[in-house]
């Protein structure tokens, strides 16, 4: 079945560095979504890309679909501590699954 | 626009109980999904209903079931309760116009102890 696998499962950086998580699919995806949950909260939605090769910035962070529509990133510049929490793709084909999530950990 | 609510908050129950969880989507939203979240799984979905119907199921055994209600307020229920079932359990609305590609506004979740 669908599968959509993150990459790596848990990053530590200090304050200031760069941070990337990827996101893969066993198959072709429809699009995908980016949620952030922060420790002791919920899934939040970030962004949602369509097209294949597209690329979106929100402030610190790039988002990129790969040219397939295999596989994502998402890469934050110069980390904050309020960077913090866990990463979630999402994609879609026939069914919104949700990859295992990146916990992103920041020290001042 | 108010957000997603879920009651109750937090539940503990025991092996063998049942428990029924509820979630009331943002206003004018018509698909409430719900979705399983334990540390080492990650997030699961469990099903989807729309307009009172179920639209997609994941793969959860029968012991696992749903309902969603005219004004679109969706119950989860889980029969004889085990203790694998502790987890965080999750309802997220979407205006349900696009399957699979809506954005998933989630509520705080229902935090299930199972002793």
């Known amino acids: 079945g669908q599968q959509v696998m993150q990459i790596p499962q848990y990053q530590h950086v200090q304050e200031g560095e760069d941070f990337t998580t990827y996101c893969n699919s066993s198959t072709t995806l429809s699009n995908i979504q980016w949620y952030k949950q922060r420790p002791g909260g919920h899934p939040v939605f970030l962004i949602q890309l369509v097209k294949s090769g597209e690329v979106k910035k929100q402030k610190r962070l790039t988002f990129q679909f790969g040219e397939a529509k295999k596989n994502s990133s998402l890469h934050i510049t110069a980390t904050q501590t309020t960077d913090v929490g866990t990463y979630f793709c999402?994609?879609?084909?026939?069914?919104?699954?949700f990859g295992k999530g990146t916990t992103l950990s920041v020290s001042s | 626009k108010a957000g997603v609510t879920q009651t109750p908050r937090y539940l503990i129950k025991t092996r063998g109980q049942q428990v029924t969880l509820s979630c009331s989507p943002i206003?004018?939203?018509?698909?409430v999904s719900w979705y399983q979240q334990t540390p080492g799984q990650g997030l699961q979905f469990l099903f989807e209903y729309f307009s009172e119907t179920q639209r997609n199921k994941g793969n959860f055994p029968g012991r696992f079931s749903g309902r969603q209600f005219s004004n679109s307020r969706s119950e989860m229920n889980v029969s004889t309760l085990e203790l694998g079932d502790s987890a965080l359990y999750l309802c997220?609305?979407?205006?349900?116009?696009?399957?699979?590609?809506?954005?998933?506004?989630f509520g705080p979740g229902t935090r299930l102890t199972v002793l």
């Open positions: 997220a609305s979407s205006s349900g116009l696009a399957a699979y590609t809506d954005t998933q506004y």
């Open positions: 999402a994609g879609s084909r026939t069914a919104l699954i």
């Open positions: 206003s004018g939203h018509r698909s």
